[in-house]
């Protein structure tokens, strides 16, 4: 089902034959139809009752500014592709995404093919995490990122689709990927950290490493909003499990110096089990 323009708007870029940005009272919007911007120039005025088949929009003004600033140095059929491949994105998932992917993403991905094209090797340090922690947004990226590809006749590696998760995922949730990328590299820097003190190398297809993760990601969640939980073993842990316990210990210190918060001794209870789990792998080997 179509959308109906309520409003007069002015054309104010054309990427397209269907696909065009226009301005309405202050706001910026894209707009899709098939053949819209055929004929279509900058200036025009395009009267209410148009129907379109899909439509964003671009309320903030720095994100306003940003996409000028993107339209000016990114070819418009690039733009309109990246366009055409977040929006389907978005019905796939039934979500209505920040409006700041519309910006981010492009420009990520228009720099990230200047360099896939220069032979430069690109290399993700959050891979496994993000493949782990955001299963859905990474498979959705690996689609984005062939639709992307195939169009323009470029490879886009996997690595490169685990950056193009981040920003799905951050759209998901408020638009910030500068948090995203942080918790990420939060959960990577404590991996290493119990690897090091254990003098192991977890295996990063393994259970305990996916549930550590996942752990990590929603004890981050609860820091941030001081939504302590009890840990009624919190005693029997620290007793028993003394090296992963001060293991967890120096963790949590990492958690509290990237997320400037305080963690509880019963998260960091928790951490430890997940710990013990790891260096009971050694024992047992």
Do not use: W
């Amino acid at each position: 089902m179509g959308i109906i323009l309520k409003n007069k708007v002015v054309v104010v870029k054309v990427f397209n034959n269907n696909i065009i940005l226009v301005r309405d009272k202050g706001i910026e919007k894209v707009l899709f139809a098939k053949g819209l911007g055929f004929g279509k120039k900058f200036g025009e005025t395009l009267n209410p009752g148009l129907m379109v088949e899909k439509l964003f929009k671009i309320e903030n003004e720095d994100n306003q500014r940003n996409m000028n600033e993107v339209i000016s140095r990114v070819d418009p059929e690039f733009f309109a592709l990246c366009q055409e491949a977040i929006v389907d994105i978005s019905e796939e998932l039934g979500e209505k995404l920040n409006e700041s992917i519309h910006i981010g993403l492009v420009d990520h991905l228009s720099f990230a093919i200047t360099r896939i094209e220069s032979n430069e090797e690109i290399e993700n340090p959050f891979l496994v995490e993000i493949q782990t922690l955001y299963k859905k947004e990474f498979n959705l990226a690996v689609k984005l990122a062939k639709k992307i590809g195939d169009a323009i006749n470029v490879k886009i590696p996997n690595g490169e689709a685990g950056f193009i998760a981040l920003h799905i995922h951050s759209a998901r949730n408020n638009g910030n990927l500068s948090n995203t990328i942080k918790y990420s590299s939060l959960s990577n820097t404590i991996v290493k950290h119990v690897e090091k003190r254990l003098d192991i190398k977890i295996d990063r297809e393994s259970l305990d490493y996916a549930r550590f993760l996942i752990h990590i990601r929603f004890a981050v969640e609860r820091i941030l909003l001081d939504n302590h939980i009890k840990n009624d073993l919190m005693g029997v842990i620290k007793k028993r499990y003394k090296v992963s316990y001060k293991i967890a210990e120096e963790a949590s210190i990492i958690l509290e110096k990237g997320l400037d918060k305080k963690v509880t001794k019963d998260e960091i209870a928790y951490l430890a089990m997940h710990i013990e789990r790891f260096k009971s792998s050694i024992e047992k080997a």
